[in-house]
């Protein structure tokens, strides 16, 4: 996949607070490009354009010729702030402002890490918006019904949790189940760590979970809850706050308080880091004793470290693919190749997600290679048949 530089690489500065924004714009298809918005502190335009490019690989997997949706090119955007302090709710607003030509044109946005969908759409009322989404509408044969369609599918509940939240998890949970399978590891008793139970992390333990496997561990911002003989899954998701904090007096006696790092080295087969960038590096990466590691989160493993843990067995499979399933199931919605429903939205997330996952490690295997110079390979191969059919703008 190349690496040439993005077609927009912006930064702003908030005149009331001094805090700063970044849009990257990785690439258009059809003059429109698709990518969420975070807020943490510390993010850099750097993180954004990686993340931008990411948005390109992931739009350009699901791409399938007989499908309505058509892929879009990739982007991110990023707002140095934490999502918690009193002023971000104002920082926000007045970002979505300034992008506004944009998100009129071209930029396609929704939830990312530290901001939610409805926080969003709120914000983007304020700033005079009619939809994060509205650059694609005119890509769209019926606008109102398709708008429908979406809001809809985000109104959908499954015991207790919004269609919306579930299907990027029952897309990692595809994957690690996947990997199980290519490697004769039986589901029943596999061990699994998570970290953080906000949108991602909360949905794919779900998924782990009633697929059989056993959460041995997950953390949060306080600190990590484990328990050797599996957790209540559900009774933490219900204990939880909108940040994806567990209030602590819903754990059962024998479950453990441990440090927030300690996920990182839990008896567990599979890791899921579901929360924030660079979460293993160099040097917290000896720790790991699973044999898989599922990106659950954007860029949670930094290069040196999947060098370091693939010198010993441990693979990664990549954030392009893991959660690549709540960006398809936007489009698949929108575009309408699936109506508003979850056992669809679960279904057509699994029919995509298997042979991608499995195409992945093939390929890796018979490269002698990781999952994700595997994957950068099969985009490298998409992206000029997506060109050549849809025109100079997918550069």
Same mark, same amino acid.
């Given at each position: ?21 970044? $849009? ?47 892929? $879009? ?5 990023? =707002? ?11 920082? $926000? ?26 926080? =969003? ?26 708008? &429908? ?13 919004? !269609? ?49 496997? &056993? ?21 933490? !998701? ?12 819903? !754990? ?5 308080? $441990? ?74 919605? !929108? ?42 390979? =099969? ?5 000029? &048949?997506?060109?050549? &059919? ?6």
């Amino acid at each position: 996949m190349s690496h040439s530089s993005p077609l927009v690489s912006l930064t702003w500065t908030d005149h009331v607070t001094g805090r700063r924004g970044h $849009l990257v714009i990785d690439r258009l298809v059809r003059g429109v490009c698709s990518g969420g918005l975070r807020m943490r502190p510390g993010c850099s335009l750097a993180e954004v354009a990686g993340l931008a490019r990411g948005m390109t690989a992931k739009e350009a997997l699901h791409y399938d010729p007989e499908g309505r949706y058509v892929p $879009l090119g990739g982007a991110k955007g990023g =707002i140095d702030c934490d999502p918690r302090d009193p002023e971000a709710y104002g920082v $926000l607003v007045r970002y979505l402002r300034a992008m506004r030509p944009y998100i009129e044109h071209m930029w396609t946005t929704g939830e990312d890490l530290g901001l939610r969908q409805d926080v =969003i759409d709120r914000a983007a009322a304020e700033a005079g918006l009619v939809s994060t989404v509205q650059a694609v509408y005119p890509l769209l044969d019926d606008e109102a019904t398709a708008r &429908r369609r979406l809001a809809d599918a985000f109104a959908a509940d499954v015991d207790g949790i919004g !269609l919306g939240e579930l299907v990027g998890g029952c897309g990692v949970a595809e994957s690690v189940l996947t990997a199980l399978e290519r490697a004769g590891t039986p589901r029943e008793g596999t061990r699994v760590s998570v970290q953080g139970l906000g949108t991602m992390g909360g949905a794919t333990a779900r998924f782990l979970s009633r697929a059989g496997l &056993r959460i041995v561990a997950v953390a949060d911002v306080r600190g990590t809850i484990a328990h050797p003989g599996g957790l209540d899954v559900e009774a933490l !998701l219900a204990a939880r706050d909108s940040f994806g904090t567990v209030d602590r007096s819903a !754990l059962r006696p024998g479950d453990l308080e $441990l440090p927030g790092d300690a996920w990182l080295s839990a008896d567990a087969e599979v890791l899921v880091p579901a929360a924030v960038s660079y979460a293993v590096d160099a040097a917290n990466q000896k720790a790991i004793r699973a044999r898989w590691i599922a990106e659950a989160a954007n860029m949670p493993v930094v290069p040196e470290a999947e060098e370091l843990l693939r010198a010993r067995g441990v693979t990664v499979l990549p954030d392009v693919v893991v959660n690549s399933g709540t960006n398809a199931w936007w489009w698949w919605t !929108l575009f309408g190749d699936i109506g508003a429903d979850a056992d669809e939205a679960f279904a057509r997330t699994r029919r995509s997600m298997r042979p991608l996952v499995d195409r992945m490690l093939t390929r890796a295997e018979s490269d002698g290679t990781t999952p994700r110079a595997a994957v950068q390979a =099969i985009v490298a191969d998409l992206l000029p &048949r997506i060109a050549e &059919r849809f025109g100079p703008y997918a550069r």
